[in-house]
C-alpha cells in the first residue's frame, strides 16, 4: 500500500523552501507532485512601478547566484526596446562577469550535490575552492553576491591590467580545483553509485519535456544559446558545447564540470582580447517608445529569458520573467517516478533548482 | 567495592564515548578544511538537550519511544559489564558467563532494534523509513558479525582446545591472548578482525552506511521525531554504541595485557580511539552515502561471503 511523503518544504537537501510531495510503495517513487511559489515576492509587478534603471537592482535580486545573468537578459531586453548599441569593452567585461558567475554557480552545484549524497567532505573542498571565484567576483564588482555590474548601456566598472593578472592567476587555481573535480566524480565509487543510472531521461523524452541547460545537454541535446543563438561577443571566442548522451544524473552534473572548465577558458581568451574604449553608452534611457522585446541569456541553470513591454513612459508595462527552474523542473517529477527514495532529493537537486529565480 | 568501580568505570566511558564524539569531529574538520567544534562540544550538546523541554509530536507514541530507550541503556550497561574494565594486575569482568561473546553480539542487534522501536514509535513518514532501513541493513550485516565470531570461536577451540561453552566467552579470548603474542598473527583471526572493521560503519551508522539516518534524504531517519531529554538520551546511547563496538574489537583483537593498572586504562582509552578513527572517522571523510540495497548487496556479498569463507577454514 502507498504513502505520502513530503519532501520539504524545509528539508535539510534544499537551500530554499521547495515542496515535493511523493507517492511512495516501500522506497520506491510511485508517484511525485512539485509544488511551488513559496518564495513569490511579485518581482514581474514590483518592476511595473520602478523605472527602467532602478528596475536593475530588483531584477539583480531575483536570485542570489545567477544575479548577473539576470540584469544582462533584463538589459539585453531594454537596449534593445531603446536602442541602445553597447561598446565592445563592456560585451566583454560582461562575458567575463557572466563566465565567473558560471564558474561560481557550477561550483556551488557540484558542492551541495555532494552534501545531498552525504559526501561532506567532497562538499566542502568544492566550496572551499569555490572562494577563489567569489575573491575574483569581489575584485571585479566589489560584491560577492549581486554585483551590479550591470547598466543599461554597458557596464559600471572597468577592469584594469592589475585585476586582469589577478584573474589569471585565479583561473590557475580553479582549473586545478576542476581537474580535480573531474577525476574525483569519474573514479570515486561512492559519487559514481548514487549517480550512474539514476534518473535517466532519454535525448527524445528530454525534447518533450523541454529541458533546457546542462539539463538538456547532459541528454545529449545541443542546445546552448552561446553557441546556437549567440549574442554578445561569444561568436568570436573560442570553447566546446559539452554534450553527454548518457542522460543519467552524473552526466547532468559532469557537463558541468567540463563547463566550468569551458568558462575557464572563455575568461582567458577575453583577458587577452578585451579591446581599449568606453564602458558604457553615453545615451542616457529614460523613456521608451512603445516596444515589445526579448532579452535573452544562457544562465549557468539554462536559458534565462526577460519579456519586456514598454508603452512609452520610464517604466515597464510588462515584465515577464521565465527561468530555467521553471522549465526543467516539471522534468524532476518524471525522473522521479520509479525512482528510489534515496534518489529524491539527487534526482530535485540534480537540475540545480533556483526557488528564488522561479518564484520571482 | 567491585560494582563502585565499574560505576566510576562505566561512568568514566560514557563521558570518554563524548569526548570522541567531539575529537571525530574535529579531525574531519580538519580533513575537510575546517576548524570545527571545541573537542568537548558532544557534551555540550548532551547537557544542551537535558535543558530542553520534552514534547512529542502528536501522532508519536512516547511510551514505546521510552522503553526502547530504557532497553537501549539496559543493553549499553549489559555491553559495557561484559567487557573486561582495566584493574589492579590486568582486566576484570563484571559479568562473565560461557557464551557472553554472542551475548555481547546480541547487545548490538539489540541496540539496532532500540532505533528501529524509535523510528516505529515516532510514526511520522522519515522515522518509519529510517526504522525499516534499519531492519535492512541490521539483516544484512548481522549475518556475516555472527559467522565471523563463530568462526572466531571455532578457530580457538583449535589454538587452545578448550571447551566450546568457555571459548565463546571474553575471558576465553582472554586466555587465548595469552598464549598467542598477537591474535592477528593467525589468518582466521586476521580476516575475521577486518570483516568486523568493515562492518562497523553499518553497526555504529556512520557514512557511507548511515542509511537509516541519512539526514539529506529522511531527515535523521528513526529519530526525526525526538528531542529535549529523550534526543538527549538517544545521544547517548549512539555514542555508546560506538564506543562499545570500539572496545569489543580493541579487547579481542589488539589490547595488549600488562599488570599495571594505569598503562591498561590509558591503553583501552586509546585503543577506543584508535577504532573510532577507523570505523568511524575515516569512512564518513572519504565517502559519500550508498542507497539502501547497495549497503545491503556490498555487506552480503563482500564480508558475508567472506565470513562464509572464515567459518569454513575455521572448522578445518
Not at chain 1, 39 to 48: D, F, L, M
Not at chain 2, 256 to 273: E, Q
Request: proline share 4%.
Amino acid at each position: 500500500m502507498g504513502y505520502k511523503f513530503p519532501l520539504g518544504p524545509y528539508h535539510p537537501a534544499f537551500e530554499e523552501g521547495e515542496y515535493i510531495e511523493l507517492e511512495l510503495e516501500g522506497e520506491m517513487v510511485a508517484d511525485a507532485e512539485i509544488k511551488i511559489g513559496f518564495i513569490h515576492r511579485a518581482v514581474e509587478k514590483s518592476a511595473t512601478k520602478r523605472t527602467f534603471i532602478k528596475d536593475l537592482g530588483l531584477v539583480e535580486r531575483t536570485c542570489g547566484i545567477c544575479s548577473f545573468h539576470h540584469s544582462w537578459a533584463y538589459c539585453l531586453a531594454v537596449e534593445k526596446a531603446a536602442g541602445l548599441e553597447i561598446p565592445e569593452r563592456a560585451e566583454y567585461i560582461r562575458v567575463l562577469t557572466a563566465e565567473l558567475e558560471r564558474i561560481h554557480s557550477h561550483l556551488m552545484y557540484l558542492g551541495a550535490m555532494a552534501h545531498k549524497m552525504g559526501f561532506d567532505t567532497l562538499f566542502m573542498f568544492t566550496w572551499s575552492g569555490r572562494e577563489a571565484v567569489m575573491d575574483m567576483l569581489e575584485l571585479l564588482s566589489g560584491n560577492r553576491v549581486n554585483y551590479a555590474m550591470n547598466t543599461i548601456g554597458g557596464v559600471r566598472r572597468d577592469i584594469d591590467e592589475n585585476i586582469a593578472d589577478q584573474i589569471r592567476a585565479a583561473m590557475n587555481t580553479l582549473e586545478d580545483l576542476t581537474l580535480k573535480l573531474k577525476d574525483t566524480w569519474t573514479k570515486d565509487a561512492s559519487t559514481l553509485a548514487r549517480t550512474k543510472n539514476v534518473g535517466v531521461v532519454t535525448q527524445k523524452e528530454a525534447h518533450l519535456l523541454g529541458v533546457v541547460g546542462p539539463t538538456a545537454r547532459g541528454c545529449g541535446i545541443r542546445e546552448d544559446l552561446r553557441k546556437t543563438a549567440t549574442y554578445s561577443v561569444y561568436s568570436s571566442l573560442n570553447f566546446e558545447l559539452i554534450v553527454l548522451d548518457d542522460g543519467d544524473v552524473w552526466s547532468r552534473t559532469f557537463v558541468r564540470v567540463l563547463e566550468a572548465l569551458e568558462s575557464i577558458k572563455i575568461i582567458r581568451q577575453v583577458l587577452d582580447k578585451i579591446p581599449q574604449g568606453p564602458i558604457k553608452n553615453p545615451k542616457t534611457v529614460l523613456k521608451i517608445q512603445p516596444n515589445d522585446t526579448i532579452g535573452r541569456v544562457e544562465a549557468p541553470r539554462g536559458e534565462l529569458m526577460y519579456h519586456l513591454i514598454t508603452d512609452g513612459t520610464d517604466r515597464p508595462a510588462r515584465l515577464k520573467i521565465r527561468t530555467p527552474t521553471l522549465i526543467n523542473l516539471p522534468a524532476s517529477e518524471h525522473m522521479l517516478r520509479g525512482a528510489n527514495l534515496a534518489d529524491a532529493p539527487i534526482i530535485v537537486g540534480h537540475i540545480d533548482p533556483c526557488m528564488s529565480c522561479m518564484d520571482r | 567495592m567491585i560494582i563502585g568501580v565499574w560505576v566510576l568505570w562505566l561512568i568514566a566511558l560514557f563521558i570518554w564515548s563524548l569526548l570522541i564524539g567531539g575529537i571525530d569531529r574535529k579531525i574531519v574538520a580538519h580533513l575537510q578544511g575546517r576548524y570545527g567544534p571545541p573537542f568537548w562540544q558532544d557534551i555540550t550538546d548532551f547537557l544542551k538537550l537535558f535543558r530542553k523541554r520534552g514534547k512529542t509530536a502528536t501522532r508519536s507514541s512516547s511510551i514505546v519511544s521510552d522503553v526502547a530507550l530504557i532497553v537501549g541503556i539496559i543493553a549499553v550497561v549489559v555491553g559495557l559489564s561484559i567487557l573486561p574494565m582495566p584493574t589492579v594486575g590486568g582486566y576484570t569482568q563484571l559479568l562473565s558467563t560461557s557464551g557472553d561473546l554472542i551475548i555481547l553480539a546480541y547487545v548490538f542487534a539489540l541496540l539496532a532494534i532500540v532505533y528501529v522501536l524509535i523510528g516505529f514509535g515516532g510514526k511520522s513518514p522519515y522515522t518509519m523509513v529510517g526504522a525499516s532501513r534499519e531492519v535492512s541493513m541490521l539483516l544484512s550485516y548481522e549475518i556475516p558479525f555472527i559467522l565471523v565470531i563463530v568462526a572466531m570461536g571455532y578457530r580457538a577451540i583449535l589454538l587452545t582446545g578448550l571447551p566450546v561453552s568457555t571459548i565463546f566467552s571474553i575471558a576465553g579470548f582472554l586466555v587465548l591472548k595469552q598464549k598467542m603474542a598477537l591474535l592477528l598473527l593467525d589468518p582466521i583471526f586476521l580476516g575475521s578482525f577486518l570483516v568486523l572493521l568493515i562492518l562497523g560503519p553499518a553497526i555504529v551508522g556512520a557514512v557511507p552506511f548511515d542509511i537509516p539516518e541519512a539526514e539529506t534524504e529522511i531527515v535523521d531517519g528513526y529519530g526525526a521525531e525526538m528531542h529535549g531529554p529523550r534526543l538527549g538520551v538517544l545521544f547517548g546511547i549512539k555514542h555508546m554504541k560506538l564506543l562499545l563496538y570500539a572496545y569489543f574489537l580493541w579487547t579481542i583483537f589488539l589490547s595488549p595485557v600488562t599488570s599495571n593498572i594505569w598503562l591498561n586504562i590509558i591503553m583501552t582509552l586509546l585503543g577506543t580511539l584508535l577504532m573510532v578513527l577507523v570505523i568511524y572517522t575515516v569512512p564518513r571523510a572519504v565517502s559519500g552515502r550508498f542507497r539502501v540495497e547497495q549497503g545491503a548487496k556490498f555487506y552480503l556479498l563482500g564480508p558475508g561471503l567472506a565470513s562464509i569463507v572464515l567459518l569454513l577454514l575455521s572448522l578445518i
